[in-house]
């Protein structure tokens, strides 16, 4: 499958980043960064990720008629009974690094800081279908922040097998290893059947 233009339905440039360089251009031919496009505000009233990412996936497709794209991910600690999950990028006001310090609060003085990295996907064609597909990355939670790329909780989240986190890992071998890199292997494979 083929698809000309691609709305990307997210307002954070990094994901709008990571997808750029992980979309294969054989499939899609241009990835419109929403912002650009429209201005619409999806209310995220999903319990899970999926519901998340289809609801803004056919918003964004209703809203410019074109297939949309949309992701909804979050961080899973397993000490904190999978918190901040679904609330990931709003548990507390503010930028990446007040949920960073957030996380490394209530982490202070653990030794079991095991946690996942969940991202689903939803493309959503317009008057047709939408597709699911998820994805995830396992590791642990670092003691402090390491490295200057990537965003929300990169810094802290390093992947198993590795000793740098996310931030601190080259852009490539993040979108090699990621949640959405897995989460898009997925859906990449339901779209060729």
Known sequence: MFVERLVLATGSRGKYREFAAMLPREVVGELIFAPKMAQIEVEETGTCYAENARLKAQAWAW???????????????DILGGAPGVLSARIVPGPDQARNDWLLSRLEGRLDRRARFVAALALAIPDRWTLISEGECLGRIATAPEGKGGFGYDPLFLPDGMSASFAAIPP???????????ALRNLLEILMQ
């Open 172 to 182: 490539r071998m993040k979108n090699a290893i990621s949640h959405r890199a897995a």
């Open 63 to 77: 809203a410019t008629g074109l297939p949309s794209l949309a992701d909804d991910s979050g961080l899973e600690v």
